[in-house]
Every structure is written in structure tokens, then in C-alpha cells.
């Protein structure tokens, strides 16, 4: 059983940056993916951003060159970086680890980009 916690949401101004973390509570390192996603008010949730357990990655149109993904097999964690932040970023942000064939999520952080 795996559990996921999210940490690191937040109120920021519009061309700020956050990091959110996702802290797991069983052994990740052997998902094949970890990612990101988030939902936003009246919308679906959608991929942010994801990372094999190779280390491919791939990223949201609409996040690339803003956001990073890296992750630490040895923490046990997966992080978000997300730069020049705007607006339309504001979202409940939500860590996802692909342990196939179990999904798991964590009850997600909350993202707000106002001035």
C-alpha cells in the first residue's frame, strides 16, 4: 500500500514559483511513473507533467519551459518546480504514482496565482 502526500501549495503572484513535493509512504522507486496533475475549477483534471522510472519525462503543452519535474528514488519523493507561474496555473495540483496494475493518488495542494 502506497500513500501519497502533497506539500508546498500555496498563494503566489504571477510570475512567481513554487515547488510542491509528493511524499510517499511505501517504496515508489519501483513505480514506472510518477506524475502531476492538476484540476482546475469546472475543468478536468489533466496531466502536468510525468517521469518513468527511466527518467523520460514529458510535460503539458502548456507548462513546458516553466515546470520540472525531477525525482529522488533515494528520498522517496517527487517534486514539482514550477517557474514564471500565471494565472491560468491556479489549480488543486495532485501527485499520481503508476504502480501498475494499482494507481495511486495523493489528496492533492492547492495552487492560487493572483496579485
Known amino acids: 500500500q502506497v500513500q501519497l502526500v502533497e506539500s508546498g501549495g500555496g498563494l503566489v503572484q504571477p510570475g512567481g514559483s513554487l515547488r510542491l513535493s509528493c511524499a510517499a509512504s511505501?517504496?515508489?522507486?519501483?513505480?514506472?511513473?510518477m506524475g502531476w496533475y492538476r484540476q482546475a475549477p469546472g475543468k478536468e483534471r489533466e496531466l502536468v507533467a510525468r517521469i518513468t522510472r527511466g527518467g523520460g519525462t514529458n510535460y503539458a503543452d502548456s507548462v513546458k519551459g516553466r515546470f520540472t519535474i525531477p525525482r529522488d528514488n533515494a528520498k522517496n519523493t517527487a517534486s514539482l518546480q514550477m517557474n514564471s507561474l500565471k494565472p491560468e496555473d491556479t489549480a488543486v495540483y495532485y501527485c499520481?504514482?503508476?504502480?501498475?496494475?494499482?494507481?495511486?493518488w495523493g489528496q492533492g495542494t492547492r495552487v492560487t496565482v493572483s496579485s
Open positions: 499520481n504514482a503508476d504502480l501498475a496494475p494499482n494507481v495511486y
Open positions: 511505501g517504496n515508489i522507486f519501483r513505480s514506472n511513473a
